[in-house]
């Protein structure tokens, strides 16, 4: 089993940036994992937002150009720092992790990840 914990999440005015970091424990060393960020908000599916799979980056259109995707392996921290935030991007943001290669992955979709953590709110004020 992994266990995933969000952090850094918070209320900021828009314009603002923010780093959300993931901390993974228990099983980590077992495989290396696809790791991703997801998003909701009420009412709303929860939204793809970026993922690292091995040493590839994709980000939702939404979010280029504004948001990056880290990890630090020592650390078993995968981040998200989010600069230039807008209202819109309001939401818990959770991230998520399977292990690489696993059969039928599809990086945009919440049924390709085995992990999840329990979310951290980010609020964006305008």
Do not use: H
């Not at 959300?20 to 908000?41: H, I, K, M, N, P």
């Not at 309001?90 to 992990?115: E, H, I, K, N, Q």
């Amino acid at each position: 089993q992994v266990q995933l914990v969000e952090s850094g999440g918070a209320s900021v005015q828009a314009g603002g940036s923010l780093r959300l970091s993931c901390a993974a424990s228990g099983r980590t060393g077992q495989y290396d994992y696809a790791v991703a960020w997801f998003r909701q908000t009420p009412g709303k599916e929860r939204e793809f937002v970026a993922v690292l799979n091995w040493n590839d980056r994709y980000y939702v259109d939404s979010v280029k150009g504004r948001f990056t995707i880290s990890s630090d392996t020592r650390k078993n921290t995968v981040y998200l720092q989010m600069n230039n935030l807008k209202p819109e991007d309001t939401a818990v943001y959770y991230c998520a992790a399977t292990p690489l290669f696993s059969a039928g992955y599809d990086y945009l979709r919440t049924t390709s990840y085995s992990y999840w953590g329990q979310g951290t709110q980010v609020t964006v004020s305008s």
